[in-house]
């Protein structure tokens, strides 16, 4: 089997799957790591557009990200013949703040029902789904059944070597939707090490971040959108003290929230302090180390809470309520909110570790 513009060799298994796209509708893609997602998703997108429909692609591989930066899900729409998904800018990015949906699942089934529900409000008649190689386990059951439940896919198209995402399949055998598309790995499709995976992650954030500067953001006009932090009432100066002298160490920041009390502190909270401050707030005491908020990923997000950019956070200058972040984001004023991530990234694109801050 051929297909123009396209060396691949194709097997006859993905015929029914270039025909559902020609037609349009919703397709999510199903398959481990390696198997040619992403080459589907682009031959998927070419038929469509062929076949005159307007076709978007909504990119979920947060690890190996083609449409916007990593750690976000991208959506781009398909204008002429692409050879793979690098071709296309990035209509609209929603930030997730991962490169893995591990521990982050709600984040990321969200996200690609947000880019896909953009995709239907520009007009989209097909619309190609791309998802992460994550599918053995009760997460990857989770995941991939909360993405099928929250986008609606008219198909799922399944690559797979031999039966692994059978068990993702099941719950759909006896409905009439989605329609199930099972198709073969083709033998042309290259695997990737470890290693290459992440220096392609790299070489992504650096090329975002190349012409990045910094900005300062006010966090009363930019609050916390997935964090304890500036979500709760802040605490007055007598019982920061308290706090202090309870943790031993500096409180930079504290909050009462209705199920406790949230602190950013310089140093390593005492244990036995924090048991003492859930005693007397009725609650949980939660601390934040300064120093884990440094080179944290964040998300930029506008008026609407859509994503309009991605961040690093560089400095908190707690006084005077400000955040110093490194974005391509020309405009520090459009920034109405900030989502943060759980990754720790140089200005390089390098990955330097990961935490939770949120408070959560």
Same mark, same amino acid.
């Given at each position: 089997?051929?297909?123009?513009?396209?060396?691949?060799?194709?097997?006859?298994?993905?015929?029914?799957?270039?025909?559902?796209?020609?037609? =349009?509708?919703?397709?999510?893609?199903?398959?481990? #790591?390696?198997? &040619?997602?992403?080459?589907?998703?682009?031959?998927?997108?070419?038929?469509? %557009?062929?076949?005159?429909?307007?076709?978007?692609?909504?990119?979920?591989?947060?690890?190996?990200?083609?449409? &916007? *930066?990593?750690?976000? $899900? =991208?959506?781009?729409?398909?204008?002429?013949?692409?050879?793979?998904? !690098? !071709?296309?800018?990035?209509?609209?990015?929603?930030? @997730?703040?991962?490169?893995? *949906? $591990?521990? %982050?699942?709600?984040?990321?089934?969200?996200?690609?029902? +947000?880019?896909? !529900?953009?995709?239907?409000?520009?007009?989209?008649?097909?619309?190609?789904?791309?998802?992460?190689?994550?599918?053995?386990?009760?997460?990857?059951?989770?995941?991939?059944?909360?993405?099928?439940?929250?986008?609606?896919?008219?198909?799922?198209?399944?690559?797979?070597?031999?039966?692994? @995402?059978?068990?993702?399949?099941?719950?759909?055998? #006896?409905?009439?939707? *989605?329609? +199930?598309?099972?198709?073969?790995?083709?033998?042309?499709?290259?695997?990737?090490?470890?290693?290459?995976?992440?220096?392609?992650?790299?070489?992504?954030? =650096?090329?975002?971040?190349?012409?990045?500067?910094? +900005?300062?953001?006010?966090?009363?006009?930019?609050?916390?959108?997935? &964090?304890?932090?500036?979500?709760?009432?802040?605490?007055?100066?007598?019982?920061?003290?308290?706090?202090?002298?309870? +943790?031993?160490?500096?409180?930079?920041?504290?909050?009462?929230?209705?199920?406790?009390?949230?602190?950013?502190?310089?140093?390593?909270?005492?244990?036995?302090?924090?048991?003492?401050?859930?005693?007397?707030?009725? =609650?949980?005491?939660?601390?934040?180390?300064?120093?884990?908020?440094?080179?944290?990923?964040?998300?930029?997000?506008?008026?609407?809470?859509?994503?309009?950019?991605?961040?690093?956070?560089?400095?908190?200058?707690?006084?005077?309520?400000?955040? #110093?972040?490194?974005? *391509?984001?020309?405009?520090?004023?459009?920034?109405?909110? @900030?989502?943060?991530?759980?990754? %720790?990234?140089?200005?390089? &694109?390098?990955?330097?570790?990961?935490?939770? $801050?949120?408070?959560?």
């Amino acid at each position: 089997m051929s297909h123009r513009g396209n060396s691949l060799d194709i097997p006859s298994s993905w015929r029914p799957a270039l025909d559902a796209a020609r037609a =349009g509708g919703r397709l999510l893609l199903l398959g481990q #790591t390696d198997t &040619g997602k992403s080459t589907l998703a682009a031959l998927l997108a070419n038929e469509a %557009h062929g076949a005159g429909r307007t076709t978007y692609i909504v990119d979920a591989d947060v690890g190996q990200s083609s449409i &916007g *930066p990593p750690a976000c $899900v =991208g959506l781009g729409r398909v204008h002429a013949e692409v050879s793979s998904l !690098d !071709d296309l800018e990035p209509a609209a990015i929603d930030f @997730v703040g991962a490169c893995s *949906p $591990v521990r %982050h699942l709600l984040q990321t089934a969200t996200s690609t029902a +947000v880019m896909t !529900d953009a995709a239907r409000q520009h007009g989209a008649e097909a619309i190609i789904i791309d998802t992460t190689g994550l599918v053995n386990g009760g997460i990857a059951r989770a995941l991939k059944g909360a993405k099928i439940r929250l986008v609606a896919p008219d198909f799922v198209v399944a690559l797979q070597q031999e039966d692994e @995402v059978e068990h993702l399949l099941a719950p759909y055998r #006896t409905k009439a939707t *989605p329609q +199930v598309l099972r198709l073969h790995v083709s033998r042309a499709i290259k695997t990737r090490a470890r290693e290459e995976r992440a220096a392609r992650r790299q070489r992504s954030f =650096g090329a975002y971040f190349a012409d990045a500067s910094s +900005v300062e953001l006010s966090r009363d006009t930019a609050p916390i959108e997935n &964090g304890g932090w500036t979500s709760g009432e802040p605490l007055p100066g007598h019982m920061c003290a308290y706090a202090e002298e309870r +943790v031993a160490c500096e409180v930079l920041h504290a909050e009462r929230l209705p199920d406790g009390v949230f602190l950013i502190v310089r140093g390593r909270p005492d244990p036995a302090g924090l048991r003492d401050l859930e005693e007397s707030f009725d =609650g949980t005491a939660r601390a934040v180390d300064a120093s884990s908020l440094a080179s944290l990923l964040i998300g930029l997000l506008g008026d609407r809470g859509q994503t309009i950019a991605v961040g690093i956070l560089e400095d908190v200058d707690f006084r005077r309520r400000h955040m #110093t972040v490194y974005t *391509p984001l020309g405009d520090a004023r459009m920034v109405r909110g @900030v989502r943060l991530g759980s990754l %720790h990234i140089g200005r390089d &694109g390098t990955q330097l570790g990961t935490a939770d $801050v949120s408070g959560e």
